[in-house]
């Protein structure tokens, strides 16, 4: 296990449009607001999703693409650091009209037809991504310094 503390910082609300790519609107605002660590909620609706299951056999990433209009049940996530620059790491669940649900890690793609955001922003030593040799997986390190 590793463990990294955090003092609350800034909460931001983001009101995503019509059209807008969940995965890359998310990541550029962190981008352009300096946010190297953040907690990430989001519901809404989205217009199609695009979303990667991981095989823990083969360690690789698996696309699954659902072409149609989906409610956005519950959307989580986290922002760290990955070769220098913040990450935003998400998954999410999604329900059709009929209420079944889909969910996975949110990959480019996901074409947002209305999207509420909170970016809880926290204040200390971003958690640094490094390639975890037993899942494959860019996770966090240890706590730097
Ligand atoms: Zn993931």
């Given at each position: 296990?590793?463990?990294?503390?955090?003092?609350?910082?800034?909460v931001h609300l983001l009101g995503l449009d019509t059209g807008d790519d969940l995965y890359?609107?998310?990541?550029e605002y962190v981008k352009t607001h300096d946010i190297n660590?953040?907690?990430l909620a989001?519901?809404?609706a989205v217009r199609r999703a695009s979303l990667r299951y991981y095989n823990q056999e083969e360690n690789r990433y698996q696309d699954l693409e659902i072409?149609?209009?989906?409610e956005v049940t519950a959307g989580t996530g986290n922002v760290s650091l990955l070769d220098g620059s913040p990450f935003?790491?998400?998954?999410?669940?999604?329900?059709?009209?009929?209420?079944?649900?889909?969910?996975?890690?949110?990959n480019e793609g996901t074409e947002v037809f209305a999207l509420e955001v909170t970016v809880s922003q926290l204040h200390g030593d971003a958690p640094v991504r490094q390639l975890d040799e037993t899942t494959g997986l860019m996770l966090?390190?240890?706590?730097q310094g």
């Open positions: 296990m590793t463990s990294h503390r955090f003092n609350p910082g800034t890359n609107a998310i990541s660590t953040a907690s989001f519901l809404g072409d149609k209009h989906l935003v790491h998400i998954h999410a669940a999604f329900a059709d009209e009929e209420g079944r649900a889909f969910g996975g890690h949110v966090w390190g240890p706590p």
